[in-house]
């Protein structure tokens, strides 16, 4: 079964640019995939970044962009703030009506 | 806007079922699919499946294809996710979250649901 992979953590300075990955195990991501990102913080419901692909959700800073880069589709944070700070994850459309999952990517603002 | 309000937290004994609900509200009902995602303590965002609340129809993640049902009621814009045959691993946040167009991933969530699975 194809997983979905994420970098476990990453870390970037206040003001930085940090870019996260969403790739598989087997294959590339593409825009097929519909990659979409989300970002949470503890004890919260997550909160819709980007979806399909490069769409930013209502309300969303232009600090967030997706794309596709390569094999794997990414999410860059520009201007990096400390309440940036959180999980990030993925999900891929594998077909079928299938979602995935990334296991999520911890960013640490420092 | 949209809404998505969820049923109050529930403890469960292994072996029981559970079913959550979700209220949509502020958008057309039938119009967009609904996922259900759950997190274990501590850990990442599962996807369980997704139901058209058009016609019913649903797909399911294999890890729990027997034991989940996802249903609609299209008369008071409510989901039910029903999950069966309860283990202490299943304990988790559940999560209704519309897609964010039609067919598409997840967008807009409902506040979560804790589920305890204990004996």
């Known amino acids: 079964q194809t997983v979905v992979t994420q970098e476990p953590s990453f870390s970037v300075s206040p003001g930085g640019t940090v870019t996260l990955t969403c790739g598989l195990s087997?294959?590339?991501?593409?825009?097929?995939?519909?990659p979409s990102w989300y970002q949470q913080t503890p004890g919260q419901a997550p909160r819709t970044l980007i979806y399909?692909?490069?769409t930013r959700s209502s309300g969303v800073p232009d600090r967030f962009s997706g794309s596709i880069r390569g094999n794997k589709a990414v999410l860059t944070i520009t201007g990096a703030q400390a309440d940036d700070e959180s999980d990030y994850y993925c999900?891929?459309?594998?077909?079928?009506?299938?979602?995935?999952f990334g296991g999520g990517t911890r960013l640490t603002v420092l | 806007q949209v809404q998505l309000v969820q049923s109050g937290a529930a403890v469960k004994k292994p072996g029981a079922s559970v079913r959550v609900s979700c209220k949509a509200s502020?958008?057309?009902?039938?119009?967009?699919?609904m996922h259900w995602v759950r997190q274990a303590p501590g850990q990442g965002l599962e996807w369980m499946g997704v139901?058209?609340?058009?016609?019913?129809?649903?797909t399911y993640a294999q890890k729990f294809q027997g034991r989940v049902t996802m249903t609609r009621d299209t008369s008071t814009s409510t989901v039910y996710m029903e999950l069966s045959s309860l283990r202490f691993e299943d304990t988790a946040v559940y999560y209704c979250?519309?897609?964010?167009?039609?067919?598409?991933?997840?967008?807009?969530w409902g506040q979560g649901t804790r589920v305890t699975v204990s004996s």
């Open positions: 979250a519309r897609a964010v167009v039609v067919a598409g991933s997840p967008g807009y």
């Open positions: 502020g958008y057309s009902f039938t119009n967009y699919y």
């Open positions: 139901i058209n609340p058009m016609g019913g129809l649903t």
């Open positions: 087997s294959g590339s991501v593409t825009t097929s995939y519909h």
């Open positions: 399909s692909t490069d």
């Open positions: 999900v891929l459309n594998m077909g079928s009506g299938i979602w995935v």
